[in-house]
């Protein structure tokens, strides 16, 4: 290892290394440009950078708008607290699960509209698409919803409980 690299280490809490990796991650995964990202969580590409490195002199606030922007949800667990231990099992479970990208952007137009950051041959999950639906409800225009995005709104809701969103 070399000396910045383990100065880096020691200067960052693993934690917020961690952290940083796993927004930069989902960023990657979404396809979303760090410039888009940054816009959309109201931050600096600088600032969105350093807490992609995980820099513990970036506000705590900066990291949650980060965060919300990418359907990202921060909670504070105790370590090895029973939430913590069921979260790990779950994520092994989901990485097992049949849940694979299959809801194309382009077909919704109202998902197209408030995922305006992605390509709109871009395939979903169902969790990604209630994300954005969530994230950006606000925006949506219940009188534009066409019939075959009520059902599947409708569908995100029966399977996965979409409850704070009215169709």
């Given at each position: 290892?070399?000396?910045?690299?383990?100065?880096?280490?020691?200067?960052?809490?693993?934690?917020?290394?961690s952290l940083g990796a796993q927004i930069t991650a989902r960023r990657k995964v979404l396809k979303v440009r760090a410039l888009?990202?940054?816009g959309a969580a109201g931050i600096s590409r600088v600032t969105l950078h350093r807490i992609e490195k995980g820099e513990p002199s970036v506000n705590v606030g900066a990291y949650l708008q980060?965060?919300?922007?990418?359907?990202?949800?921060l909670a504070l667990l105790p370590l090895g607290s029973q939430e913590l231990r069921q979260g790990k099992k779950l994520k092994k479970e989901s990485a097992s699960n049949n849940d694979m990208p299959h809801i194309r952007i382009q077909d919704y137009p109202q998902l197209k509209a408030l995922a305006w950051q992605l390509k709109a041959d871009m395939l979903l999950t169902d969790d990604?698409?209630?994300?954005?639906?969530?994230?950006?409800?606000?925006?949506?225009d219940l009188n534009q919803i066409d019939d075959q995005e009520r059902v599947l709104m409708k569908?995100?809701?029966a399977t996965k409980g979409m409850e704070r969103l009215l169709v």
């Open positions: 290892m070399n000396i910045a690299a383990d100065h880096e280490k020691r200067q960052n809490p693993l934690s917020l290394l888009s990202c940054a980060v965060c919300e922007a990418l359907g990202l949800h990604e698409a209630i994300g954005i639906y969530e994230r950006n409800k606000r925006f949506l569908r995100l809701i």
